[in-house]
Protein backbone atom coordinates (compact mmCIF):
# COMPACT_ATOMS: atom_id res chain seq x y z
CA UNK A 1 0.00 0.00 0.00
CA UNK A 2 1.46 3.57 -1.13
CA UNK A 3 0.57 6.61 0.88
CA UNK A 4 -2.06 8.64 -1.21
CA UNK A 5 -0.48 11.88 -2.67
CA UNK A 6 -3.07 14.34 -2.29
CA UNK A 7 -5.44 15.34 0.70
CA UNK A 8 -8.09 14.61 -1.49
CA UNK A 9 -7.08 10.73 -1.75
CA UNK A 10 -6.26 10.39 2.01
CA UNK A 11 -9.51 12.47 2.92
CA UNK A 12 -11.40 9.51 1.27
CA UNK A 13 -9.76 6.61 2.02
CA UNK A 14 -10.02 7.99 6.07
CA UNK A 15 -14.01 8.27 5.05
CA UNK A 16 -14.54 4.86 3.65
CA UNK A 17 -12.63 3.60 6.56
CA UNK A 18 -14.43 5.53 8.85
CA UNK A 19 -10.64 6.23 10.81
CA UNK A 20 -9.14 9.53 11.19
CA UNK A 21 -5.95 10.89 9.38
CA UNK A 22 -3.25 10.05 12.16
CA UNK A 23 -4.92 6.09 11.84
CA UNK A 24 -4.50 5.97 8.06
CA UNK A 25 -0.80 7.79 8.37
CA UNK A 26 0.62 5.59 11.12
CA UNK A 27 -1.08 2.19 9.38
CA UNK A 28 0.87 3.20 5.73
CA UNK A 29 4.10 4.12 7.55
CA UNK A 30 3.70 0.81 9.28
CA UNK A 31 3.43 -1.19 6.24
CA UNK A 32 5.93 0.97 4.69
CA UNK A 33 8.77 0.20 7.29
CA UNK A 34 7.57 -3.10 7.76
CA UNK A 35 6.84 -2.19 11.50
CA UNK A 36 3.60 -2.59 13.82
CA UNK A 37 1.79 0.29 14.22
CA UNK A 38 2.65 0.58 17.69
CA UNK A 39 6.77 0.56 16.89
CA UNK A 40 5.98 3.52 14.98
CA UNK A 41 3.91 5.30 17.87
CA UNK A 42 7.36 4.52 20.00
CA UNK A 43 9.21 5.95 16.89
CA UNK A 44 7.33 9.01 17.08
CA UNK A 45 7.66 9.54 21.04
CA UNK A 46 11.25 9.67 20.78
CA UNK A 47 10.46 12.79 18.82
CA UNK A 48 8.00 14.25 21.14
CA UNK A 49 10.20 13.64 23.68
CA UNK A 50 13.43 15.18 21.86
CA UNK A 51 10.72 18.66 21.21
CA UNK A 52 10.05 18.47 25.13
CA UNK A 53 13.53 17.94 26.12
CA UNK A 54 14.31 21.52 23.56
CA UNK A 55 11.65 23.37 25.40
CA UNK A 56 13.08 22.64 28.58
CA UNK A 57 16.46 23.24 27.84
CA UNK A 58 15.42 26.37 25.65
CA UNK A 59 13.56 27.88 28.97
CA UNK A 60 16.36 27.78 30.88
CA UNK A 61 19.12 29.26 28.20
CA UNK A 62 19.84 33.02 27.71
CA UNK A 63 23.09 31.82 25.68
CA UNK A 64 23.40 34.02 22.31
CA UNK A 65 24.24 32.49 18.97
CA UNK A 66 27.74 32.52 17.87
CA UNK A 67 26.77 35.84 15.33
CA UNK A 68 25.01 37.35 19.00
CA UNK A 69 22.03 38.14 16.87
CA UNK A 70 19.53 35.96 18.63
CA UNK A 71 19.29 33.93 21.65
CA UNK A 72 17.28 35.88 24.73
CA UNK A 73 14.23 36.83 23.60
CA UNK A 74 12.34 33.70 25.29
CA UNK A 75 14.27 34.59 28.40
CA UNK A 76 12.66 38.40 27.94
CA UNK A 77 9.12 36.73 27.67
CA UNK A 78 9.56 35.08 30.68
CA UNK A 79 10.49 38.22 32.41
CA UNK A 80 7.45 39.56 30.93
CA UNK A 81 4.98 37.40 32.17
CA UNK A 82 6.83 36.47 35.57
CA UNK A 83 5.23 40.44 35.93
CA UNK A 84 1.69 39.05 34.79
CA UNK A 85 2.05 41.53 31.76
CA UNK A 86 0.09 39.54 29.05
CA UNK A 87 -2.52 40.42 26.24
CA UNK A 88 -3.46 37.08 25.98
CA UNK A 89 -3.69 33.61 27.78
CA UNK A 90 -1.25 31.30 29.59
CA UNK A 91 -1.77 29.12 27.16
CA UNK A 92 -1.01 32.00 24.05
CA UNK A 93 2.20 32.55 26.24
CA UNK A 94 3.08 29.00 26.40
CA UNK A 95 2.85 28.70 22.61
CA UNK A 96 4.90 31.73 21.85
CA UNK A 97 7.82 31.17 24.58
CA UNK A 98 7.72 27.61 23.94
CA UNK A 99 8.66 28.54 19.81
CA UNK A 100 11.17 31.14 21.18
CA UNK A 101 12.49 28.31 23.07
CA UNK A 102 12.65 25.88 20.27
CA UNK A 103 14.00 28.01 17.88
CA UNK A 104 16.82 29.33 20.21
CA UNK A 105 17.96 26.30 20.77
CA UNK A 106 18.39 25.46 17.26
CA UNK A 107 20.72 28.44 16.76
CA UNK A 108 22.84 27.64 19.75
CA UNK A 109 23.43 24.27 17.65
CA UNK A 110 21.55 22.33 20.57
CA UNK A 111 19.51 19.24 19.63
CA UNK A 112 16.22 19.74 17.87
CA UNK A 113 13.49 18.03 16.12
CA UNK A 114 12.99 19.66 12.24
CA UNK A 115 9.54 19.79 11.27
CA UNK A 116 10.21 20.08 8.52
CA UNK A 117 13.21 21.91 8.79
CA UNK A 118 15.18 23.41 11.76
CA UNK A 119 14.73 26.58 10.19
CA UNK A 120 11.07 26.25 11.74
CA UNK A 121 11.59 23.32 14.14
CA UNK A 122 9.64 25.65 16.74
CA UNK A 123 6.11 25.94 15.23
CA UNK A 124 4.71 22.20 15.40
CA UNK A 125 6.55 21.44 19.28
CA UNK A 126 5.17 24.70 20.57
CA UNK A 127 1.88 24.30 19.87
CA UNK A 128 1.03 20.82 20.39
CA UNK A 129 3.34 20.97 23.67
CA UNK A 130 1.36 23.99 24.80
CA UNK A 131 -2.22 23.07 23.62
CA UNK A 132 -1.55 19.51 25.47
CA UNK A 133 -0.80 21.03 29.11
CA UNK A 134 -3.75 23.29 28.65
CA UNK A 135 -5.95 20.47 27.68
CA UNK A 136 -4.22 17.83 30.07
CA UNK A 137 -3.69 15.64 26.56
CA UNK A 138 -1.76 12.62 27.26
CA UNK A 139 1.05 11.47 25.32
CA UNK A 140 -0.99 9.25 23.05
CA UNK A 141 -2.97 12.47 22.20
CA UNK A 142 0.36 14.26 21.39
CA UNK A 143 1.61 11.43 19.54
CA UNK A 144 -1.65 11.78 17.21
CA UNK A 145 -1.30 15.18 16.92
CA UNK A 146 2.45 14.75 15.90
CA UNK A 147 1.31 11.89 13.15
CA UNK A 148 -1.15 14.40 12.06
CA UNK A 149 0.97 17.42 11.60
CA UNK A 150 3.60 14.89 9.89
CA UNK A 151 1.48 13.71 7.17
CA UNK A 152 0.74 16.49 6.78
CA UNK A 153 3.95 17.89 5.81
CA UNK A 154 4.79 14.69 3.49
CA UNK A 155 1.46 15.61 1.55
CA UNK A 156 3.00 18.62 0.54
CA UNK A 157 5.87 17.64 -0.17
CA UNK A 158 4.91 15.90 -2.81
CA UNK A 159 4.54 19.03 -4.82
CA UNK A 160 6.75 21.46 -2.97
CA UNK A 161 10.29 21.17 -1.91
CA UNK A 162 10.09 21.96 1.91
CA UNK A 163 13.36 23.85 1.56
CA UNK A 164 13.46 27.59 1.75
CA UNK A 165 16.00 27.43 -1.52
CA UNK A 166 13.56 25.94 -3.45
CA UNK A 167 10.05 27.45 -2.15
CA UNK A 168 10.69 30.29 -0.07
CA UNK A 169 10.05 30.79 4.05
CA UNK A 170 6.43 29.92 2.51
CA UNK A 171 7.66 25.95 1.88
CA UNK A 172 9.40 26.05 5.88
CA UNK A 173 7.83 27.78 8.26
CA UNK A 174 4.65 28.52 6.22
CA UNK A 175 4.40 24.87 6.35
CA UNK A 176 5.27 23.77 9.38
CA UNK A 177 2.34 26.54 10.26
CA UNK A 178 -0.25 24.28 8.26
CA UNK A 179 1.30 21.04 9.93
CA UNK A 180 0.38 22.84 13.15
CA UNK A 181 -2.95 23.58 12.55
CA UNK A 182 -3.87 19.92 11.38
CA UNK A 183 -1.97 19.00 14.50
CA UNK A 184 -4.03 21.23 16.63
CA UNK A 185 -7.68 20.57 15.19
CA UNK A 186 -6.58 16.95 15.75
CA UNK A 187 -6.47 17.46 19.66
CA UNK A 188 -9.42 19.06 19.67
CA UNK A 189 -11.27 16.00 17.99
CA UNK A 190 -12.46 18.12 14.96
CA UNK A 191 -13.39 16.09 11.99
CA UNK A 192 -10.89 15.06 9.11
CA UNK A 193 -12.47 18.13 7.27
CA UNK A 194 -11.67 20.50 9.33
CA UNK A 195 -8.41 19.34 9.27
CA UNK A 196 -7.98 20.13 5.83
CA UNK A 197 -9.37 23.56 6.16
CA UNK A 198 -6.84 24.42 8.85
CA UNK A 199 -4.04 23.12 6.62
CA UNK A 200 -5.27 24.88 3.81
CA UNK A 201 -6.83 28.50 5.44
CA UNK A 202 -2.82 28.21 7.21
CA UNK A 203 -1.30 27.64 3.68
CA UNK A 204 -2.81 30.60 1.45
CA UNK A 205 -2.03 32.94 3.62
CA UNK A 206 1.72 32.10 3.71
CA UNK A 207 1.62 32.15 0.17
CA UNK A 208 4.36 34.15 -1.35
CA UNK A 209 6.88 34.01 2.00
CA UNK A 210 10.21 34.91 0.84
CA UNK A 211 13.31 33.65 2.07
CA UNK A 212 16.08 36.35 3.18
CA UNK A 213 18.19 35.62 6.15
CA UNK A 214 20.02 38.37 7.34
CA UNK A 215 24.29 37.85 6.87
CA UNK A 216 22.86 34.05 4.96
CA UNK A 217 22.09 32.97 8.88
CA UNK A 218 19.29 30.94 10.00
CA UNK A 219 18.38 33.70 12.98
CA UNK A 220 16.73 36.58 11.08
CA UNK A 221 13.81 36.94 10.66
CA UNK A 222 13.51 33.15 11.61
CA UNK A 223 13.40 33.08 15.12
CA UNK A 224 11.10 35.60 15.32
CA UNK A 225 9.04 34.16 12.33
CA UNK A 226 8.93 30.42 14.22
CA UNK A 227 6.42 32.76 17.31
CA UNK A 228 4.39 34.13 14.58
CA UNK A 229 3.51 31.31 12.61
CA UNK A 230 2.83 29.20 15.85
CA UNK A 231 0.24 31.81 16.97
CA UNK A 232 -1.10 31.89 13.33
CA UNK A 233 -1.61 27.93 13.32
CA UNK A 234 -3.79 28.60 16.25
CA UNK A 235 -6.20 30.98 14.17
CA UNK A 236 -5.96 29.03 11.23
CA UNK A 237 -7.32 25.69 14.04
CA UNK A 238 -9.62 28.60 15.65
CA UNK A 239 -11.30 29.16 12.62
CA UNK A 240 -11.77 25.76 10.62
CA UNK A 241 -13.18 24.45 14.12
CA UNK A 242 -15.86 27.39 14.01
CA UNK A 243 -16.69 25.84 10.27
CA UNK A 244 -14.83 28.74 8.24
CA UNK A 245 -13.84 26.73 5.42
CA UNK A 246 -10.92 27.55 2.49
CA UNK A 247 -13.16 28.25 -0.56
CA UNK A 248 -9.96 27.24 -2.40
CA UNK A 249 -9.67 23.23 -1.55
CA UNK A 250 -6.00 22.58 -0.17
CA UNK A 251 -4.85 20.42 -3.06
CA UNK A 252 -5.07 23.41 -4.83
CA UNK A 253 -3.71 25.58 -3.24
CA UNK A 254 -0.41 23.67 -2.75
CA UNK A 255 -0.44 23.86 -6.04
CA UNK A 256 -0.48 27.43 -6.48
CA UNK A 257 1.92 27.74 -3.25
CA UNK A 258 4.28 25.50 -5.83
CA UNK A 259 3.98 28.06 -8.79
CA UNK A 260 4.76 30.45 -6.32
CA UNK A 261 8.00 28.55 -5.41
CA UNK A 262 8.94 28.41 -8.96
CA UNK A 263 8.35 32.40 -10.48
CA UNK A 264 9.54 33.21 -6.86
CA UNK A 265 12.82 35.00 -8.00
CA UNK A 266 16.02 33.11 -6.99
CA UNK A 267 17.03 36.45 -4.94
CA UNK A 268 14.76 35.74 -2.48
CA UNK A 269 15.26 32.43 -1.62
CA UNK A 270 18.04 32.05 0.62
CA UNK A 271 20.75 33.63 -1.50
CA UNK A 272 20.31 36.60 1.14
CA UNK A 273 20.41 38.63 -2.49
CA UNK A 274 17.39 40.66 -1.58
CA UNK A 275 14.61 41.55 0.95
CA UNK A 276 15.66 41.70 4.60
CA UNK A 277 19.33 41.05 3.70
CA UNK A 278 19.89 43.68 1.85
CA UNK A 279 18.87 46.33 3.98
CA UNK A 280 21.47 48.75 5.42
CA UNK A 281 20.85 47.26 8.54
CA UNK A 282 21.45 43.47 7.15
CA UNK A 283 24.58 44.91 4.94
CA UNK A 284 26.31 46.16 8.13
CA UNK A 285 25.69 43.17 10.42
CA UNK A 286 27.23 40.85 7.49
CA UNK A 287 30.22 43.20 7.15
CA UNK A 288 30.99 43.32 11.21
CA UNK A 289 30.49 39.42 11.10
CA UNK A 290 32.82 39.10 7.99
CA UNK A 291 35.23 40.90 9.99
CA UNK A 292 35.08 39.55 13.23
CA UNK A 293 34.77 35.88 12.42
CA UNK A 294 37.87 37.08 9.52
CA UNK A 295 40.15 38.32 12.40
CA UNK A 296 39.22 34.56 14.19
CA UNK A 297 40.88 32.55 11.55
S1 LIG B 1 13.65 32.78 6.25
FE1 LIG B 1 14.65 31.15 5.08
S2 LIG B 1 16.25 30.34 6.42
FE2 LIG B 1 14.79 31.47 7.69
S3 LIG B 1 13.31 29.93 8.40
FE3 LIG B 1 12.46 30.88 6.56
S4 LIG B 1 13.14 29.52 4.92
FE4 LIG B 1 14.42 29.02 6.67
Given at each position: ????????????????????FY?????????????????????????????????E??????????????????????EKYKNGKSLFSKTYQKVLTYAFATIEQNIRMGKIVA????????????????????????????IDALITAGLVGQIVSEKLALAGAVAGCQSECGVA?????????????????????????ALKNV?????????????????KRNAFLAIYAVTAAELAMAGIKSVIPVDEVVDAMQQVGELMSPRLKESSEAGLATTKTAIDITEELREKWSLAD
Open positions: MILQKTFKNIFEEAEEKNKREISQEHEAQTLDLSVLQVRDKVKVNLNAMKTAIQGLKSKEKSVSGLCGDDCAKLICPTAGSCGIVPSVIIAISESLNADDEKQSAMAAGALVEMYAGTNEQILNAVALMGLVCDPVAGLVEVPCV
